[in-house]
Nanobody, 121 residues
Framework: VQLQASGGGLVQAGGSLRLSCAASGRHASSYDMGWYRQSPGKEREFVARITWGGGGTYYADSVKGRFTISKDNYKNTVYLQMNSLKPDDTAVYYC???????????????WGQGTLVTVSS
C-alpha cells in the first residue's frame, strides 16, 4: 500500500487547510485510515481516524470540533479539513493506513511521506 499526502502549507491562525491522502495498492481500500502529526521535539500523536467504509470517525480531543476527516471511497482518498487553526497545530502531518484493533483504534501499518502545516500567530 502506498500513501501520497498533500495539502500542507503556511496559514495564519484562524485559517483553514485541507489535507489529502491518496491510497493505492493491493487491499488499500480495506484498511482504516487516519492522520497523525509530529511537532519538533515531540512524539508523533494521533489526530483523527476513519473506518475503511467511511462510516465511523474518531478525533483527538485537541482537534475535536475543528477538524473533520472524510473519505472518498471511489478515489480511495482521505481528507482532513482543518478549520480554526492554531499555532499549536503546527506539525508535519502523516496519513496512515492499517487494520483496526479489537477496541476500534487504528493500528498503522503504512505511512505517507508527511506534509508540513505551519500556522503563524
Amino acid at each position: 500500500v502506498q500513501l501520497q499526502a498533500s495539502g500542507g502549507g503556511l496559514v495564519q491562525a484562524g485559517g483553514s487547510l485541507r489535507l489529502s491522502c491518496a491510497a493505492s495498492g493491493r487491499h488499500a481500500s480495506s484498511y482504516d485510515m487516519g492522520w497523525y502529526r509530529q511537532s519538533p521535539g515531540k512524539e508523533r500523536e494521533f489526530v483523527a481516524r476513519i473506518t475503511w467504509g467511511g462510516g465511523g470517525t474518531y478525533y483527538a480531543d485537541s482537534v475535536k470540533g475543528r477538524f473533520t476527516i472524510s473519505k472518498d471511497n471511489y478515489k480511495n482518498t482521505v481528507y482532513l479539513q482543518m478549520n480554526s487553526l492554531k499555532p499549536d497545530d503546527t506539525a508535519v502531518y502523516y496519513c496512515a493506513a492499517g487494520p483496526r484493533t479489537v477496541d476500534g483504534a487504528l493500528r498503522p501499518r503504512y505511512w505517507g511521506q508527511g506534509t508540513l502545516v505551519t500556522v503563524s500567530s
